[in-house]
């Protein structure tokens, strides 16, 4: 067992965890949020994505242990009590969601993005969602949401919030 | 679930020692793009999983004179973005441009790549132009390997259980032509089916000075390309020459793998990657 | 300027339905269903002592092709956290599913017939327990002969692996007299074409939950595309009545038709069956590539003759597919075949044939078009064969040809309305006549050389020539308030929206202010699978009866009260007013306590049944279809004749959808397809037995994606809701067959074979002399760049 101390979502945890569960195992089974999904567990899918310190990264290949120390964001932590974040409600209003299951993947990625570069180009908006596989939309209303919440970002003077 | 326990050193003398009497019980873990995959195909059967994914010895990437470091524990993303590596080593910085994906790149090590000797490290091709040396060491010394020693065959990295790999010297190139391309299935997200790392450096007349050659994903271990480097050298470009080049090239590739029935694709296309890579260097 | 929508609903990209709980992360899918998901009701945990549900797994055959002698399962029922093990024999009603044919065993029967064969199920504590009684679970096999490809299996003396033999199914199509007509003909093109297998690689594996309610009703939660199938199906196999069982769509992340067949209900129905514990089972990405549906690998033979101005006169097809080791939905992959085979051309003699056959591999299923994918490629190419023989536009050889109204098919039906396939070439036109023109003509490099490549198709809509009904129900309360029910599987195609548009237009509602309750089979009717494109057209229909009844009786109850006429009243703002005159209204729940008082009925059923003609058991006459969509795409793409790599830089995809009721929806659906179709075409190849897991297996990234023109096209179907008919199914379709018509005007070599990876485009680049210093620009030419 190991005792990691880190914060998700805004709020403090402190456990004690086997040394070789994922940190996917982590949020889902261990503190019980399903928003983040396994697709593939290697890492080839990018429905794991997390943003641990304002990174985008695959919690199927991350060990749980090693989010001591960090600040964890997923899905749930994107809206306030008030308010979606801007990649959610563009994505709601651009059509980019369809089965929805690479969605929270989708999402982590590009409020990454958003949140180190509020003005991507299409090349750069790629980069940042390349890892992440959608059978259902073909991506392309995909970019246009990801478009959209980066005007609504830079309107907003926002960075993100994780 | 198994009993193995996790140790995060937090300096690298504390990893080494750790290592040095328990190196062969411990499964070392930086990035963990690989173990991780490894685990859930294969289980982990090691008592210790040692995280050096923090160590600040691992990390940095800086020029001294005629040395370039980058550190084993500088990720795929640190290594895209810079500006160090963009003017002295740009092959490296672009073999990260297509590497997996951006979060792999965000904590996938270049040491951890390296170490993981799969014949189509993306890494390797650009160490390999580059004249890398590895800096290695376990509690009592350190020592220097070169990029063709570093795996003993695929997926066999020459490191000892009590070793860790701690960075990487290149040397660095300034002005000249440099690139690094792959072939894959895919755009991103893709496995190199060949990766290639090029320098060009050219004389007052338009004769190639210097050229060093990277070959990825077609030998089972890193392997130098001197021969057709030394066939080059003293010339000027024309596209025939460096399609002669090109098929020295695939033509070492065979001598070293044999002809696999992978060699039907592969043969031609080292060949036809070498054109596409160098062939901007034409007439110019 | 565009004219004003007659519409209030339709035609209006409205916010999907679910969208909500997916953006936030809490829609659930089946691996999201805890306990506290799973005991909605009183039944109290403390007996159960469970944390999480119990964790099932099934032992797969380690053979191919094998009898079996002995199961032990002593070993594994005894290791502590094992809740039980079951076999074949723990299967209490029949112990054989399929969707057409019945010829799977839920748990191997004595025989196995493919490495994917589930042999023993196993349920426990955890995962961990679940797998270690999976490896002491003892079978003894006695080897049969492995028949592992068509040809094994075709061969005369090949080892049986059903008893009726290898060949599954064979539709034969005939019209006229084909050898007869070849011999007139000017120009014949006879080839082999080639595809393989392919993952559906939907991003969600398949998952599933279940418990038993406190009245003893076994509750499954599917990830599934028709909830009321796997209702029958289980209540079969666990012999049961249909109310002992209830089966709930849970949130599905895709289908494509995979998610058709059972996946893991049938395992969950027979633990909850012995166990009556709550219990979950989430297919590994491994597990769900090794044992569910693939689409049918095909050989296609194809004979085409014309007369010198290009005008078709025959067809002769043979095709086997190879459906692995069970059936699933492979007849209706080589009836449709033979069926789409021809294209959406007029051909007076055609003589098709079409045979469905048997390997020891994992089972082919149903898969985004039912075979017409491989067809569309076929023909496709040998429309631009005869064209380059002949000297003939690609285009103008698609014009001459192409379905219009009145046309007749191979199967002689006539095709009366909403044939929009020359439309879809027209507006394709004009982007097709300035590629020609300005971009292919361009030499970027020497090394890249450009192509561009059209294709087209046809797609019946439903199932080919049975019947397929869908029905739905619809209710208004006594504060008028609606509730839409229906078995319709929304799997993310956007059907749930698409249905509450066709209600809300009808009763002059806000679509979203119209309740839905959809796929529970305790409330809900069977619509049909959500598959072959049909929902839009024929759960639509059945919706749009239910409500149209629902309207009439609501206007007869406001023509009473108004004292006007029907034909004067107008829905809006849940009231009923006088045309032109709206104060002189009243609302709803006034009509719906006034009906409920004088014992009328509030409640609506719906019924849609495509109107079509059974094929002829002798030449395969018919009409299978009551309606098709057509579509034709063009490709731009770039090939790098050094390297074989393909750039598909630009599909323009033009779309007859009959209506597009959710404009976005149809764009999301043509972009998906366009997605899925750079797969077929240029990398995705399920390699049996090596394909392992996602890194084995590639499908497009974003970077992959060429820049899409969607053009809708509408040609009002008579018989659809509002004129619809459907796109799941053609979006994909067109693309592949473009790409490699590209990619073959490209080099000037054409590859035969799907998909037209590295290594298959590089040795036509080999072959068409490219493949060198000079690349495409030849020897002599400078270079320019």
Known sequence: MVHIDFTINGQQKALDIPADITALELIRSLLGLKGTKEGCGIGECGACTINVNGRAINSCLMLAAQLDGTKVLTVEGLATENSLAPVQEKFMENHGVQCGFCTPGVLMSSHALLAENPDPNDEEISKAIAGNLCRCTGYKQIFVSVREAARLTQQKGEGGND | ?284 | MKPQSKYRSIGKNIQRRDVLGKIKGDAKFCADLDLKDLNLKNMSLKDLSLKDPLTLRVLRSSRHHAEIENIDIEKAKAIPGVAGVFTAMDIPGKNLMGIINKDQPLLADGKVRSKADPVALVAARTEEIAIKALAAIDVSYRDLIPVLDMEDALAPDAPKIHEKGNILFVRKIKKGDAEAAFKDCHTIIEKEYKTHAVEHNFIEPDAGAGYVDEDGTLVIYASTQNPHYDHKEVTGLLGLEDEQVRVIQAATGGGFGSKLDLNVQGFIGLALYHLKKPVRYVYTREESYLATAKRHPFIIHMKTGSDENGKLMAIRMKTFCNTGAYGSYGIAVATRSAVSGTGPYEIEHVDMESSCVYTNQTFSGAMRGFGAPQMAFAHESQMDLLAEKLGMDPLAIRVINGFKKGSTTGTGQKLMDSVGFQECLQKVKPYYDQASKDWVTKKISPFIKRGIGLGGMWYGIGNTGVQNPSTARIEMDQNGGITLFTGCADIGQGSTTVLTQIAGEILGVLPEEIHVVVGDTKFTTNAGATSASRQTYISGNAVKEATDKLSSVLLTEGSNRLKVSKTLLEFKDHSIHVSGNEEKSVDFAWLARRIHKKGGSLSWQGYFDPETIPFDPETGQGSPYATYAFACQLALVEVDVLTGEVNVKKIVAAHDVGKAIHPENVIGQICGGVAMGVGFALMEEFEYGKTISMKDYHIPTCADMPEVIPIIIEENEPTGPFGAKGVGEPALIPTAPAILNAVSNALGKRIYTLPANLERVLQASIESGQFGPSGHFGPKEKNNV
């Open chain 2, 1 to 284: 679930m198994t009993d193995i326990e996790y140790i995060r050193p937090l300096d690298l003398k504390e990893a080494l020692d750790f290592l040095w009497d328990n190196g062969e019980d411990t499964r070392i873990i930086a990035g963990g793009t690989d173990v991780m995959v490894d685990i859930r195909s294969e289980g982990l059967d090691k008592k210790y999983l040692l995280d050096i994914s923090r160590l600040d010895e691992l990390k940095g990437i800086e020029l001294n004179g005629q040395e370039l470091s980058v550190g084993a524990g500088v990720t795929l993303s640190e290594i895209y973005s810079s500006r160090i590596l963009e003017s002295h080593a740009l092959a490296l910085k672009k073999s990260a441009f297509s590497f997996a994906s951006r979060q792999i790149r965000n904590i996938a090590t270049i040491g951890g790549n390296v170490a993981h000797s799969s014949p189509c490290g993306d890494t390797v091709p650009a160490l390999l132009a580059h004249g890398t040396k590895a800096l290695v060491a376990d509690k009592k010394e350190t020592r220097l390997v070169s990029m063709e020693e570093m795996a003993t065959k695929a997926y066999m990295s020459c490191l000892s259980p009590k070793q860790i790999l701690v960075k990487f010297i290149l040397t660095p190139y300034g002005d000249g032509f440099a690139d690094f391309q792959k072939i894959g299935r895919r755009r991103e997200l893709a496995v190199s089916r060949i990766s290639m790392a090029v320098f060009v450096k050219k004389d007052k007349e338009g004769k190639i000075s210097f050229l060093k050659i990277g070959l990825g994903a077609c030998t089972p271990t890193p392997c130098n390309m001197e021969a057709v480097e030394a066939f080059l050298t003293g010339k000027v470009l024309t596209r025939e020459l460096i399609w002669e080049a090109g098929g020295l090239l695939a033509g070492n590739m065979i001598e070293i793998t044999g002809r696999r029935s992978s060699a039907i694709y592969k043969e031609p296309a080292v060949q036809g990657l070498f054109m596409r890579i160098l062939y901007p260097m034409v007439n110019v």
